[in-house]
T-cell receptor, first 110, second 114 residues
Framework: EPEVTQTPSHQVTQMGQEVILRCVPISNHLYFYWYRQILGQKVEFLVSFYNNEISEKSEIFDDQFSVERPDGSNFTLKIRSTKLEDSAMYFC????????FGSGTRLTVV | GQQLNQSPQSMFIQEGEDVSMNCTSSSIFNTWLWYKQDPGEGPVLLIALYKAGELTSNGRLTAQFGITRKDSFLNISASIPSDVGIYFCAGETDGKGGSEKLVFGKGTKLTVNP
């Protein structure tokens, strides 16, 4: 069964550093997403991406966040200058008549 | 913004018991989804509901989409230890640009005692 693949599975970074979280969506899907889940809380929408541009972003997705699909295969989430409160699980998803989530990247900002 | 109220927050049951959890919302959703999340993993879709009033089963799982499109329940019959996990309801809404986004409930943490 097709999968959404995320790397790394766990990333530890110093506060203020830039991080890039990587995702390989399902190949024939057209809509891509990033969601976030702070430990013990619900999953929250960050951003949707279609046709090489952002379709919608939430209030959480401020100027420190950006997304890119650099090569037609990868879909990345960049956090420019991480804060302690960015520590969370970040899930990539793709959608084409049904959502598929990746296993997530656990980001720990210290 | 749109919110889903999911209850109960946690459940502790004996193996073999039936389980019921539900979600309500003040907003209407096009589609209602139930996910299960194991520790360190992403949400895995259990059941998708598309029509108001729809009742759908997937093995020991049964879910219904409320007639008003503002609520749903999930039942698990004859629970087994591998049912342990966090169950999330999610409503699918029309996002901008045709992308459909999900709004999640806070989850129900299920513990099954053998």
């Amino acid at each position: 069964e097709p999968e959404v693949t995320q790397t790394p599975s766990h990333q530890v970074t110093q506060m203020g550093q830039e991080v890039i979280l990587r995702c390989v969506p399902i190949s024939n899907h057209l809509y891509f997403y990033w969601y976030r889940q702070i430990l013990g809380q619900k999953v929250e929408f960050l951003v949707s991406f279609y046709n090489n541009e952002i379709s919608e972003k939430s209030e959480i997705f401020d100027d420190q966040f950006s997304v890119e699909r650099p090569d037609g295969s990868n879909f990345t989430l960049k956090i420019r200058s991480t804060k302690l409160e960015d520590s969370a699980m970040y899930f990539c998803a793709s959608n084409q008549g049904g959502y598929t989530f990746g296993s997530g990247t656990r980001l720990t900002v210290v | 913004g749109q919110q889903l109220n999911q209850s109960p927050q946690s459940m502790f049951i004996q193996e073999g018991e039936d389980v019921s959890m539900n979600c309500t919302s003040s907003s209407i959703f096009n589609t209602w989804l139930w996910y299960k999340q194991d520790p360190g993993e992403g949400p895995v879709l259990l059941i998708a509901l598309y029509k108001a009033g729809e009742l759908t089963s997937n093995g020991r799982l049964t879910a219904q989409f409320g007639i008003t499109r503002k609520d749903s329940f999930l039942n698990i019959s004859a629970s087994i230890p591998s049912d342990v996990g966090i169950y999330f309801c999610a409503g699918e809404t029309d996002g901008k640009g045709g992308s459909e986004k999900l709004v999640f409930g806070k989850g129900t943490k299920l513990t099954v005692n053998p």
